[in-house]
Nanobody
């Protein structure tokens, strides 16, 4: 089973940008899809963006559409989340996850069975 390690979190002012990285311990193309989730204190975990690791299709949640982009570098076994125009409400722990089953559509946040440890993103106003 692939293991995931996130990096790239930090503190930034509103309007700034961050790029999160998720490194897989093995070929991420062996998974079916990968995604970024986030969880703010006192709130439920929220799916942010997802990508098919065997292709180029992506899905981005409405809450971040137009500001966040997910992309991959299979040669480096990495998936990235580019976050632009950050807002204080984007403050959360961000997690990378992998789904090893084709059972669910990319637009579904269900079925992710491998998780990283998370990286904190803090956006100040």
């Amino acid at each position: 089973q692939v293991q995931l390690v996130e990096s790239g979190g930090g503190s930034v002012q509103a309007g700034g940008s961050l790029r999160l990285s998720c490194a897989g311990s093995e070929d991420i193309a062996k998974t079916y899809s990968m995604a970024w989730f986030r969880q703010a204190p006192g709130k439920e975990r929220e799916g942010v963006a997802a990508i098919y690791t065997g292709g180029s299709s992506t899905y981005v949640a409405d809450s971040v559409k137009g500001r966040f982009t997910i992309f991959q570098d299979n040669a480096k076994n990495k998936v990235y989340l580019q976050m632009n125009s950050l807002k204080p409400e984007d403050t959360a722990m961000y997690y990378c996850a992998a789904r090893e089953s084709w059972r669910w559509a990319l637009t579904s946040w269900v079925g992710y069975n491998v998780w990283g440890q998370g990286t904190q993103v803090t956006v100040s106003s």
